[in-house]
């Protein structure tokens, strides 16, 4: 049984495919809300997920992803792109109007005023490079080209050198996350986490959204429709509102993609429920070679908090094109998974590539492959991962939970158990084994669907879900 999960983003190549994908080995459905703009159009596929998955008796959670402050320049006059050559001079203008060949226009004051001369600015995900020259003006910098290309309309631009005083919320992800709230999505992932206050305000306001619903006291179905006239799905979601407890929020998945964020990375783990190392904006406002040590690090010390990570972008990048991934892709997911990643994730590959459902087949087969071959069994390391990751705790466990999972652990091993079998009510005892030995598989059993789902992430963890009759008092 393959222990690595693996998250799969939908899109136009894959919302078709969800049986397949499934079938295939998926276990978390991505859906992006940067390219969402009708939520009736993710309903449907919402539903769909959740029946398939019903039907298959096959546990598949879902992640909103939301798209966050993504800074982009508002396009050229007349024109799709320009052309930028190393050495040109040009200007970067705050601005809500076109640019043109000699101005490129970005509706972020704020960005444009933090600017001091020697800075960097990176466009289409670092494929140009400028330096700020001199301020010519409050909205209004003049800028050299270091390295150029082709400029493209509406193309996102990095600024390294900054933390960005721009709130990591913006009012479309506020509205994306009322609705991936409303339809009760799993987790929601929040874009360009810098500080400790970013997941802290998403944590906020999905408060707000409890206080809304207690108010409106909403009933789900409505008064007057008999249980019995209910189809499967809507008789399932009856069940699971029933099941919500007062403190069910979706897990917040806090992507690490600026620099800034490893400064307060103790603080942000603390907080959030788990860390997904987004490579892709990260390998633009970090230095590349620092990619893979960052990847490391992160991944050591999210274990050591005894929280999920994810690790996610390129991972089998040539599979939207090709059938088989290169060499070197390949040793990528392979490494994720000797770093002790709990899941590794798809984008492109899946959301629009030629491939979605071998994408999935064939990092599946990487990933099991490893940890056949693999000894998780270094005590030494895993004593390490729990010491690099104890200050990220949001708590310490008790001492007799915390006995009790090194028990466990323990007996297992040295029997050499293939499997613990975990009754929980919250999920937390099962995030202190999985974390605890690489080696184990762990059968979760809960009578909470919600719980279930939230354990799809973590490596090692096979939830399943039963029904237990009322215990008496006795």
Same mark, same amino acid.
């Given at each position: 049984?393959?222990?690595?999960?693996?998250?799969?983003?939908?899109? $136009?190549?894959?919302?078709?495919?969800?049986? +397949?994908?499934?079938?295939?080995?998926?276990?978390?459905?991505?859906? @992006?809300?940067?390219?969402?703009?009708?939520?009736?159009?993710?309903?449907?596929?919402?539903? +769909?997920?959740?029946?398939?998955?019903?039907?298959?008796?096959?546990?598949?959670?879902?992640? %909103?992803?939301?798209?966050?402050?993504?800074?982009? @320049?508002?396009?050229?006059?007349?024109?799709?792109?320009?052309?930028?050559?190393?050495?040109?001079?040009?200007?970067?203008?705050?601005?809500?109007?076109? %640019?043109?060949?000699?101005?490129?226009?970005?509706?972020?004051?704020?960005?444009?005023?933090?600017?001091?001369? &020697?800075?960097?600015?990176?466009?289409?995900?670092?494929?140009?490079?400028?330096?700020?020259?001199?301020?010519?003006?409050?909205?209004?910098? !003049? #800028?050299?080209?270091?390295?150029?290309?082709?400029?493209?309309?509406?193309?996102?631009?990095?600024?390294?050198?900054?933390?960005?005083?721009?709130?990591?919320?913006?009012?479309?992800?506020?509205?994306?996350?009322?609705?991936?709230?409303?339809?009760?999505?799993?987790?929601?992932?929040?874009?360009?986490?810098?500080?400790?206050?970013? /997941?802290?305000?998403?944590?906020?306001?999905?408060? &707000?959204?409890?206080?809304?619903?207690? !108010?409106?006291?909403?009933?789900?179905?409505?008064?007057?429709?008999?249980?019995?006239?209910?189809?499967?799905?809507?008789?399932?979601?009856? #069940? &699971?509102?029933?099941?919500?407890? $007062?403190?069910?929020?979706?897990?917040?998945?806090?992507?690490? &993609?600026?620099?800034?964020?490893?400064? !307060?990375?103790?603080?942000?783990?603390?907080?959030?429920?788990?860390?997904?190392?987004?490579?892709?904006?990260?390998?633009?406002?970090?230095?590349?070679?620092?990619?893979?040590?960052?990847?490391?690090?992160?991944?050591?010390?999210?274990?050591?908090?005894?929280?999920?990570?994810?690790?996610?972008?390129?991972?089998? +990048?040539?599979?939207?094109?090709?059938? #088989?991934?290169?060499?070197?892709?390949?040793?990528?997911?392979?490494?994720?998974?000797?770093?002790?990643?709990?899941?590794?994730?798809?984008?492109?590959?899946?959301?629009?590539?030629?491939?979605?459902?071998?994408? /999935?087949?064939?990092?599946?087969?990487?990933?099991?492959?490893?940890?056949?071959?693999?000894?998780?069994?270094?005590?030494?390391?895993?004593?390490?991962?729990?010491?690099?990751?104890?200050?990220?705790?949001?708590?310490?466990?008790? $001492?007799?939970?915390?006995?009790?999972?090194?028990?466990? #652990?323990?007996?297992?091993?040295?029997?050499?158990?293939?499997?613990?079998?975990?009754?929980?009510?919250?999920?937390?005892?099962?995030?202190?084994?999985?974390?605890?030995?690489?080696?184990?598989?762990?059968?979760?059993?809960?009578?909470?669907?919600?719980?279930?789902?939230?354990?799809?992430?973590?490596?090692?963890?096979?939830?399943?879900?039963?029904?237990?009759?009322?215990?008496?008092?006795?």
């Amino acid at each position: 049984t393959r222990k690595t999960k693996i998250v799969a983003t939908l899109g $136009p190549a894959s919302t078709d495919k969800i049986r +397949e994908l499934i079938l295939a080995g998926v276990n978390v459905f991505r859906l @992006n809300f940067s390219h969402v703009t009708d939520y009736l159009t993710q309903v449907p596929i919402i539903r +769909e997920i959740r029946k398939v998955s019903n039907e298959l008796n096959l546990c598949v959670a879902i992640l %909103g992803d939301l798209c966050g402050p993504k800074i982009r @320049n508002n396009g050229f006059k007349d024109r799709d792109s320009i052309p930028l050559e190393k050495g040109q001079h040009l200007y970067l203008k705050a601005s809500s109007e076109l %640019g043109d060949e000699n101005t490129i226009c970005m509706n972020t004051p704020q960005i444009i005023k933090q600017l001091q001369p &020697e800075h960097r600015v990176l466009l289409d995900d670092g494929n140009i490079s400028l330096r700020v020259i001199k301020r010519i003006s409050e909205d209004t910098l !003049e #800028v050299e080209v270091l390295s150029g290309t082709e400029l493209k309309a509406r193309k996102g631009i990095n600024v390294p050198d900054l933390l960005v005083d721009i709130p990591a919320l913006t009012e479309k992800d506020k509205r994306d996350a009322k609705f991936i709230w409303d339809q009760r999505l799993d987790f929601i992932a929040l874009s360009f986490v810098q500080r400790r206050q970013d /997941v802290q305000d998403l944590i906020d306001l999905m408060g &707000e959204f409890r206080k809304e619903e207690e !108010e409106k006291k909403k009933i789900y179905p409505p008064l007057g429709i008999p249980v019995d006239n209910l189809n499967d799905y809507d008789y399932n979601y009856l #069940v &699971e509102e029933i099941q919500l407890s $007062p403190e069910w929020r979706p897990m917040v998945v806090s992507k690490i &993609e600026k620099p800034q964020a490893l400064d !307060e990375i103790d603080e942000i783990i603390k907080v959030s429920d788990a860390i997904m190392v987004a490579r892709g904006d990260l390998g633009v406002e970090c230095q590349l070679e620092k990619v893979p040590i960052v990847q490391k690090e992160l991944i050591r010390k999210v274990n050591g908090a005894e929280k999920p990570v994810i690790t996610a972008t390129q991972m089998l +990048e040539s599979m939207i094109t090709n059938p #088989v991934p290169t060499r070197a892709e390949v040793s990528d997911v392979a490494n994720a998974v000797f770093d002790g990643t709990d899941a590794v994730m798809l984008s492109g590959e899946c959301a629009a590539g030629a491939y979605p459902v071998e994408s /999935v087949k064939m990092m599946s087969s990487i990933c099991r492959y490893v940890e056949e071959m693999s000894d998780y069994s270094a005590k030494v390391e895993l004593d390490l991962i729990r010491k690099t990751g104890i200050n990220a705790r949001r708590k310490n466990p008790s $001492p007799f939970i915390d006995a009790i999972a090194d028990s466990a #652990v323990t007996a297992a091993e040295e029997s050499n158990a293939s499997a613990i079998i975990v009754y929980t009510d919250t999920g937390d005892t099962c995030h202190m084994i999985s974390k605890r030995s690489r080696n184990l598989n762990v059968i979760a059993i809960t009578s909470n669907s919600h719980v279930q789902r939230k354990l799809t992430v973590l490596r090692g963890v096979h939830p399943m879900l039963v029904s237990f009759k009322k215990r008496n008092s006795n």
